[in-house]
């Protein structure tokens, strides 16, 4: 919900606090942003954005896909990987964590329950992806926000920031990151649905990837720690029809034509799922200034 993380949320109009006041929330300077009734709010600085993110058609499926556990190896790295960074030592109270480009809100609850009390912002640009995301948790608030650009988030206001398959704005994230704080990063490595992607029509995965990602958060972060994530998937067709629709090659494919290479593939289609869990610590001197940013998975 909203209210479980208002004061970590930054107007994007002026950068000032926020504040949740009767379905609306609102800074000091009069910028007003009405809640949404699905419990969200767009923190967009304008009416709308270049980014139309990801349809209610690939939102219903990649939520289908992760409820019947096929990433569940992911989703257990991801939140083993919080795990390790957390200190309360340092950092004492209840971690908070950002996830950008959260899609349907998986991930982000899973890492909520493996830390405790923890609250998160679920960020994405996609108004299907926020509405599922301001339910995916009770101590998760929705927002609709550009992660491309500034992020509505007070300076220093979180402890861990999650990007799973998502863009990077590496300046951005060390701005809004506690000293110290953790970025949870998860990408494809080149053998991710490897028998999947080498059909007519699918994306490729980038095999310069990983030389990017490093390229473009060394300045700023220090990676500490890389977990391979590399299992086998039996999937039948539905599932396979759902993998497809959630990710890039949606887009790319008509519905009859993910249908025809769905149905000429065995019923029992064994689908390789091979991913980098890397944590990357915010250095005390990077540098906010400039805009180094890194596409995702």
């Given amino acids: 919900m909203l209210d479980s993380v208002i004061d970590l949320l930054a107007c994007p109009h002026c950068e000032g606090p926020l504040d949740l006041d009767a379905g609306t929330v609102l800074c000091d300077l009069g910028h007003t942003f009405d809640v949404a009734r699905q419990g969200y709010v767009s923190l967009l600085p304008g009416s709308s954005t270049k980014f139309t993110g990801d349809t209610a058609e690939m939102i219903a499926d990649r939520a289908a896909f992760l409820d019947a556990g096929h990433y569940d190896p992911l989703r257990s790295a991801v939140g083993a990987a919080c795990a390790r960074t957390w200190d309360t030592s340092t950092d004492p109270g209840a971690a908070r964590v950002l996830e950008v480009g959260a899609g349907t809100g998986q991930y982000l609850a899973r890492v909520l329950d493996d830390l405790g009390d923890a609250r998160g912002i679920g960020l994405d640009v996609s108004k299907p992806a926020v509405r599922r995301i301001a339910r995916s948790h009770p ?26 398959f998502a863009p990077r704005n590496a300046a951005e994230l060390h701005r809004v990151l506690v000293p110290g704080g953790a970025l949870v990063v998860a990408a494809p490595t080149g053998d991710h649905l490897r028998e999947l992607v080498s059909l007519p029509g699918m994306v490729r995965v980038d095999e310069h990837k990983p030389e990017r990602l490093s390229a473009a958060l060394s300045g700023r972060f220090e990676r500490v720690d890389r977990v391979p994530v590399h299992f086998t998937m039996v999937l039948d067709p539905r599932a396979v029809t759902r993998l497809v629709g959630m990710g890039p090659s949606a887009f790319h494919l008509t519905p009859q034509q993910r249908a025809e290479m769905v149905a000429a593939l065995p019923h029992d289609f064994e689908v390789t799922a091979s991913v980098t869990v890397s944590t990357w610590l915010r250095r005390d001197d990077g540098d906010d200034r400039g805009d180094a940013t890194v596409s995702g998975g």
């Fill in 139 to 164: 101590r998760v608030g929705a927002v609709l926000a550009d992660a491309w650009g500034g992020l509505p988030v007070t300076t220093g206001a979180v402890s861990h920031v999650l990007s799973i």
